[in-house]
Every structure is written in C-alpha cells, then in structure tokens.
T-cell receptor
Framework: AQKITQTQPGMFVQEKEAVTLDCTYD???????LFWYKQPSSGEMIFLIY??????QNATEGRYSLNFQKARKSANLVISASQLGDSAMYFC???????????FGKGTRLHILP | DTAVSQTPKYLVTQMGNDKSIKCEQN?????MYWYKQDSKKFLKIMFS???????INETVPNRFSPKSPDKAHLNLHINSLELGDSAVYFC?????????????FGPGTRLTVT
C-alpha cells in the first residue's frame, strides 16, 4: 500500500536559517510524483514544488528545493534563508501516475522565530 | 483500520442533480475539513467543522452545504451540480482547531459532472 510519512509534527527554526522538512514514501509503483504544499493559517493549500519519479535532477523553485533520494524513498523539502512568512503547516503528498490518486502525509508545523 | 474514510470513491452524475459525499473519522478528532482539488492538483479548503460548528467557509457557493450529525462525520451535500464542480474532494480531520495540528486525509472522492 502507498504511504507518506512525515515524522516531524513540529519544528522551530531561526529566521534566515535553512530548514529541512522530512518526507518518506512507500510505493511499489515505478511511476509517481511527489508534491509539497504549504498551508498557512488561512487554510488554503499552496502548491510549492513537484518531483517526478523519473526526473534526474532535484526540483527547485526559488527558495524551495526537493532533496529526492529515490533509493531511500525520501523527498525532503529544503527551504533556504527562511522567513517569518514561512511559518505554516507543510504537507508532503504523492500521486501514482497509473490512477492519479493522491496521498497526503500528516503534515509538519514549521515555526520561524525572529 | 481506516482513519478517515469517504464514500463514494467515484461519483458520476448529471448537471442539475443533488448529491452527497460522506466522510467519517474514527480518530476521535474534534475538527474535520473538506477540500476541493482541481485538475492541476491545487487544493482549496472549503469547510472546517469543530465540534459540529462551522468555523471556515471560504467563499464556497451556497449550493455546497456541509452537514455534521456528530463530530465523527462531516458530509458534503451539493445541490444543482454544475460542470465546474467536477473535481476530487478530500475530507480530513485533526485534533486541533484552527488548522494547527496534523491532518489525516481521506482517500478522496472523484466527482464527475456530465
């Protein structure tokens, strides 16, 4: 069965430091996609970054990068130079290309300290 | 045991019909949510219920009405379905209110309006 695991319920990081949010996944499908979403207190889910299972290079979007280690089945989100506005819940998610199903982790609450 | 379950998983219906999607959580959580996911994987929060009281309604048309008979259930009723309602709808639950804690997502319900 497919599964996403986020082992850090909450994290506190000093402003301007880099932060890594952990995500591991489990699937036997060879074709899948990995996502990260940010959820601020308003509740909306903001798409941050996507990594396909066949992508050779790690995905990057501005200050966000995805550390994709396929053999370890991990897809950690790295935020460089953290800002106060980065304080939010972060969800890792996976889709299976064969059926377009999406599975979410439970989320990590990130607090950026001034 | 399934933590958050939704029924049905797939729903195909015609424009103008009224339909309901059911959600149940067996985690003893106080808060439940409904999200809508569009074709680009973006998620938007629709409703949040805490102990049977609505606490978020993010500019959702009033054709959508959440119904919570008890804190373990949050059903989504949709009147006069429109083509644009086609999407995947996710139910989720969390122990905390105000989107502060881990959220457990259901498997999603794919609604197709023809």
């Amino acid at each position: 069965a497919q599964k996403i695991t986020q082992t850090q319920p909450g994290m506190f990081v000093q402003e301007k430091e880099a932060v890594t949010l952990d995500c591991t996944y489990d699937t036997s499908d060879p074709s899948y996609g990995l996502f990260w979403y940010k959820q601020p207190s308003s509740g909306e889910m903001i798409f941050l970054i996507y990594q396909g299972s066949y992508d050779q290079q790690n995905a990057t979007e501005g200050r966000y990068s995805l550390n994709f280690q396929k053999a370890r089945k991990s897809a950690n989100l790295v935020i460089s130079a953290s800002q106060l506005g980065d304080s939010a819940m972060y969800f890792c998610a996976m889709t299976l290309n064969r059926d377009d199903k999406i599975i979410f982790g439970k989320g990590t609450r990130l607090h950026i300290l001034p | 045991d399934t933590a958050v379950s939704q029924t049905p998983k797939y729903l195909v219906t015609q424009m103008g019909n009224d339909k309901s999607i059911k959600c149940e959580q067996n985690l003893g959580h106080d808060t439940m949510y409904w999200y809508k996911q569009d074709s680009k994987k973006f998620l938007k929060i629709m409703f949040s219920y805490n102990n049977k009281e609505l606490i978020i309604n993010e500019t959702v048309p009033n054709r959508f009405s959440p119904k919570s008979p008890d804190k373990a259930h949050l059903n989504l009723h949709i009147n006069s379905l429109e083509l644009g309602d086609s999407a995947v709808y996710f139910c989720a639950s969390s122990q905390d209110i105000q989107l502060a804690g881990e959220q457990y997502f259901g498997p999603g319900t794919r609604l197709t309006v023809t």
